[in-house]
C-alpha cells in the first residue's frame, strides 16, 4: 500500500514539475524568459536612414550635400568615432549627378558596434549597438488563442536598456536620432509570442512580419 502511495506522490510531482517547466505553458515567468532570452540576442541600436533599400551593404555609405538628415546623422557617428568620413568631390549616385558628395565608412569601433537582423520579407534592421533591452516584469498578457494557423499571445512588459554605451548618451547623438532618446526612456513595451514545437518565440524570430 505504501508503495502505491509513494508511487502516485512521485507521479503527481514529476507531472507538477514537467508541466512548470515547460517551454509551452504561457505564464509570467515564461514569457519573461522568453522574451529576455531573444533581447539578449539582438540589441537597441541607433538606426541610420537608408538612400535606398536595395543597398546590400548600408555602409560604406555615399551621401550627397542635398540629404541633410543623413548628414546630420552619419557626422554624429564620425564625432563618436563609430564611422571615418571622406568627401568624394561629385558624382553619379542613384542615376543622378550630385556635387559635394562624401563616403561614410566604418571604424574599427564602428565594426564592433555595427550589426544587422534579419527581418524576413522586410528590410534587415540595420545600426550601431548601444544596449540591451531588458524585461523587469510581465505586467499581463492575453490567453493563447488561434489566429491564422498559430498559437499566440500578445504580451506587456516593463522594460529597460541595460549594458548603455558612453557615445550614444552625448547630445550630438540624441540631437541625430529621435529614437535614442525614446528607447532609452521607454519603461513599458509589447510584444507577440507565438507558440511554437520548440516552445514560444517571438513573432520576430520567425519571420513573419
Not at 10 to 31: E, P, Q, R, Y
Request: aromatic content about 8%.
Amino acid at each position: 500500500m505504501n508503495k502505491i502511495i509513494s508511487l502516485c506522490i512521485l507521479i503527481v510531482v514529476s507531472v507538477t514539475i514537467s508541466g512548470c517547466d515547460s517551454s509551452k505553458s504561457a505564464s509570467k515567468s515564461n514569457f519573461k524568459k522568453v522574451l529576455n532570452d531573444y533581447f539578449a540576442r539582438r540589441c537597441v541600436m541607433a538606426e541610420p536612414f537608408k538612400l535606398s533599400f536595395r543597398d546590400k551593404d548600408l555602409y560604406p555609405m555615399t551621401v550627397p550635400a542635398t540629404s541633410s538628415i543623413l548628414i546630420e546623422q552619419n557626422n554624429a557617428l564620425v564625432e563618436a568615432g563609430l564611422l571615418d568620413s571622406e568627401p568624394a568631390g561629385d558624382g553619379i549616385l542613384g542615376n543622378k549627378k550630385h556635387g559635394n558628395l562624401t563616403v561614410y565608412s566604418l571604424t574599427e569601433q564602428g565594426k564592433k558596434a555595427f550589426a544587422s537582423f534579419d527581418q524576413g520579407r522586410l528590410p534587415p534592421e540595420e545600426g550601431f549597438c548601444y544596449g540591451n533591452r531588458h524585461v523587469k516584469e510581465i505586467r499581463y498578457f492575453t490567453e493563447p488563442d488561434a489566429m491564422m494557423g498559430l498559437t499566440i499571445s500578445e504580451v506587456e512588459f516593463t522594460t529597460e536598456v541595460m549594458n548603455i554605451a558612453e557615445w550614444v548618451n552625448a547630445e550630438y547623438i540624441k540631437n541625430a536620432f529621435s529614437s535614442v532618446q525614446r528607447d532609452l526612456n521607454k519603461t513599458e513595451d509589447d510584444a507577440t509570442l507565438v507558440l511554437t514545437s520548440d516552445g514560444w518565440k517571438h513573432e520576430k524570430e520567425l519571420n513573419l512580419r
